[in-house]
């Protein structure tokens, strides 16, 4: 495959994805490098690097011959490949190819897993740092199959919290609950208000009262 030149439009895509890189980092933590590679033909390079401490790589280093070999093979995404770097370390990688709007390859990233780092310091990077190693409690997130489990969960986290919350007087609890519902938004989506009800208790009319009272301040 011959390498083109980039447009500008196709160095913004490439910028657009550098939080991507940050934030697969920040998931897996300090034993994996991930990183994003231009196929500019005047200067294939990494464009974006975090934990370049992995292979001892930083922004401006070239492209290399394996994920030119990759780009070659016709899959946008390869399969998970063991390779060694030139620090000596084992690892297990992946690269995904990036097109633009005309599907054309304008870039490739890559995640590189440090396979020769301690198990104990790779779970202890993959903690969240407000967490203590030896804490149980994790935040409570639903995974929803469908809109209704969506909003049923939220309404009912919600209320719990309300409910659980001994500053809020009894008599306030359900309109500051329909408050913080409507703070987050809940009740733009479709028959929110009648499933809101019927979660909480009350009449749809009490659900569209509070909201009116909401919206004149």
Known sequence: MKLQELSPSDFEILKSMEN???GIAAMYGQHTEVLLH???ARNPSIVKIAN??????????????LAMMKL???????????TKCATGKTLRSITTVIRNGEHRAIGLLCINSDMDAPLQSVLRTMMPECMHPHESHATPEVFARNI???????????????????????SQKTRVIV???????????????????RQLGISVHSIYRYLREIKKG
């Open 148 to 170: 209704d489990e969506a909003l049923n969960s939220t309404i009912d986290t919600v209320s719990a919290e309300v409910r659980g919350n001994e500053a809020v007087p009894p």
């Open 52 to 65: 370049g401490h992995i292979t001892g790589r930083s922004v401006g280093a070239p492209i290399t011959n």
């Open 179 to 197: 408050n913080q519902l409507h703070d987050m938004g809940i009740f733009e989506l479709k028959d929110s208000a009648q499933i809101a009800a």
């Open 72 to 82: 070659k093979s016709g899959q946008d995404i390869s399969s998970p490949y063991m």
């Open 38 to 40: 231009s196929l500019d």
């Open 20 to 22: 991507i890189v940050d």
